[in-house]
Structure formats: structure tokens, C-alpha cells
């Protein structure tokens, strides 16, 4: 038993066609927020830090993923690290081919037990590798964003 | 339990921390676009329509005509395999009345969606649509109607090819 028909072409198929209207306003939370702000205003990483587990949480959380324990110390960490992972891109988010490939990088801040996952440029994506140390460049006009560092590059 | 609370926990906003720039956020517009795939008996169907008629389908076990069309049974579990040309005439088995859109926009003078059961077909089936030209005092479950039909020209291939059904002004059966 089986269906009598079926389309042939792709032009036999009908398609309803619309768009679903949505907005999105993201904020970043609490600690998200004093994060941004002090990058914004002092071009500056700040990271919370669990003195029971002795552990440093970049980007910073307000509650200890071990213990659970609020976290009210703030430590400021260098805008450098190494890379611990890293993709090369040829498509943009709509999968139209990039006029030039990008670097997408995971670093490793130094001081800190997380980091960053950021653009990396200023280096030949062949040249990229585990470990590299990197660098922050900021932007001279910030305005809040995670996009107040420009791009990570090597040092 | 939860009209006990009084205060919530966390970090309420107000619209004005965004307006007034107390709070940093992120302003993102997705692009939502979609295309919802009729599938092949709608497809037909929807064709159909553009051409000013009503398509459905027989189910060559139990002989039942479905409209909207179906390809298989929904009560034999058979394929079905013939189509037929439906009448533009049929009559109201449900109705609504409401003075409100989809989005919830008031209305003056109410939509009346009601499920239309065409002549000839198998009764129990039917689609939705709305009627119009009537008043909403004298719609009733068994009203006679016909369909009013979008210009030949403005036809899309849509439900809306069909423009309303409206009251059945004298039988000619």
C-alpha cells in the first residue's frame, strides 16, 4: 500500500510563507552588568572569585558553581591570556561566504579560571594555534558591550 | 501558593531603566521568516481554489469525500485516490461570533469564523471560513451558504481565494 501520489517538482509544492515578528531585549544580570561597566568605563576584566573553592570565575558569576556561596569578592584579572580553542570561519550567520575568514577563539585569561570566547585577528588563521598567548586590543569609544574589546591578538 | 508572595527575589526592571540608560541590554530583531509546506493534498487543494474550485478526495474504501483533502483515510487508514470536483455551496455546522482579532484589536462589527459543511461531501467533514453579508442575529447552525470568490486575477493560491460565505439567497438544487 502505498500513497498514489506524490510531487514530482519542486515547484508543485505550496508553501505559506510569513514572518514571525520578535524582539529581543538581553541584559547581562547583575554581576554581567558590573562586568560591562567596568570595561566600559576603565577598560578593565574583573572576575568574582570563590575563596572556598578557591576557584575564579570569568566571565564573573554572582554564585559559586561548586559551593553554591554567594561570591562578593572582585578581582580584577589582565587582559591576556592563551588560546584554548579556536575555529576558523568562512560563513557569516546567514551562510554567505566572508570576504575574509574569521577566528573565533575560547582564551584562557591569565588570573582567572575561565575567559573569553572572541574574535582573533591580526594573525594568519594558519599561524593560530592551542596555547598561543594572546592579548585585549579595547576600542577607544565603549560603550558597554562585550564588543568593547575590538579582538584579542597575539603578543 | 504564589500569591502569598508579596516581593520577588532578583532584580526586577522598570521600562524607564532602559529608556533612562541605568541598565545595558543587548536589542536584538531575530529574522522569523518561515515557509510552511502545504504538503500534497493541501497543495492540490490550495491550486484548486486559485482556479475557482473546490477539490476533494475519495476514499476508495469507505467512499467518504474529503474536504479539505486528505492522502490518507483518517478512518480507513487507506490512501485515498480520487478527486473530485466540490460544490461552492454548503452549510453552517459551527459558528463564532467575536469582536476581537487574532492580536486582539477591537472590532466595530464582529468576524463570524464558522466550520462550513460543502454539499456532496461526506457530512462531518468541513473547513473553516467566515461568513459575512449576513447579520450575526440571523446566523444559526444549518444556514445555508455559498462562497464569494476573490477576482479570478487576485488569486493566490490561499485559503482567501475564497473571499467569505454568505447566506444562500435562493436553493437551486
Redo the contacts between chains.
Keep these: 500500500m502505498s500513497l498514489t501520489e506524490r510531487l514530482r517538482f519542486f515547484h508543485e509544492a505550496i508553501a505559506w510563507k510569513g514572518e514571525i515578528p520578535l524582539q529581543s531585549r538581553y541584559t547581562v544580570g547583575v554581576a554581567g552588568e558590573r562586568f560591562l561597566r567596568e570595561l566600559r568605563d576603565n577598560a578593565r576584566l574583573i572576575a568574582t572569585h570563590c575563596p572556598q573553592c578557591d576557584y575564579t570565575y570569568m566571565p564573573p558569576r554572582l554564585y559559586c558553581e561548586r559551593c553554591f556561596a554567594e561570591l562578593t569578592e572582585w578581582v580584577q584579572v589582565p587582559p591576556r591570556g592563551n588560546i584554548h580553542a579556536f575555529t576558523v570561519m568562512h560563513l557569516d550567520l546567514d551562510e554567505e561566504p566572508l570576504a575574509e575568514p574569521e577566528i573565533i577563539a575560547f582564551v584562557q585569561l591569565e588570573g582567572s579560571d575561565g575567559g573569553l570566547i572572541h574574535r582573533l585577528k591580526e594573525v594568519d588563521p594558519d599561524e593560530v594555534y592551542i596555547g598561543m598567548p594572546v592579548g585585549a586590543v579595547f576600542r577607544e569609544e565603549r560603550e558597554g558591550s562585550i564588543l568593547d574589546i575590538a579582538y584579542f591578538r597575539a603578543i | 501558593m504564589t500569591e502569598h508572595i508579596t516581593e520577588y527575589p532578583g532584580?526586577p526592571?522598570k521600562e524607564r531603566d532602559?529608556t533612562e540608560g541605568k541598565?545595558?541590554?543587548?536589542?536584538?530583531?531575530?529574522?522569523?521568516?518561515?515557509?510552511?509546506?502545504?504538503g500534497?493534498a493541501?497543495?492540490k487543494f490550495?491550486?484548486g481554489l486559485k482556479e475557482g474550485k473546490i477539490l476533494g478526495i475519495t476514499c476508495p474504501q469507505c467512499g467518504r469525500i474529503l474536504v479539505p483533502p486528505r492522502?490518507?483515510c483518517s478512518d480507513c487508514f487507506?490512501?485515498?485516490?480520487h478527486w473530485v470536483e466540490v460544490r461552492h455551496t454548503g452549510t453552517v455546522r459551527m459558528f463564532s461570533i467575536t469582536y476581537v482579532t487574532w492580536d486582539m484589536q477591537r472590532l466595530e462589527k464582529p468576524l463570524i469564523p464558522a466550520v462550513i459543511e460543502l454539499d456532496g461531501i461526506t457530512p462531518g467533514m468541513g473547513f473553516m471560513h467566515l461568513l459575512d453579508e449576513v447579520d450575526r442575529d440571523d446566523v444559526h447552525i444549518g444556514l445555508r451558504v455559498e462562497a464569494v470568490w476573490r477576482p479570478a486575477e487576485e488569486r493566490t493560491?490561499?485559503i482567501t481565494d475564497i473571499l467569505y460565505f454568505r447566506p444562500l439567497k435562493e436553493e437551486t438544487s
Design positions: 532584580t526592571l532602559f541598565v545595558l541590554y543587548n536589542w536584538w530583531v531575530p529574522k522569523a521568516d518561515y515557509a510552511w509546506d502545504a500534497v493541501i497543495g490550495l491550486a492522502m490518507v487507506v490512501p485515498t485516490d493560491a490561499a
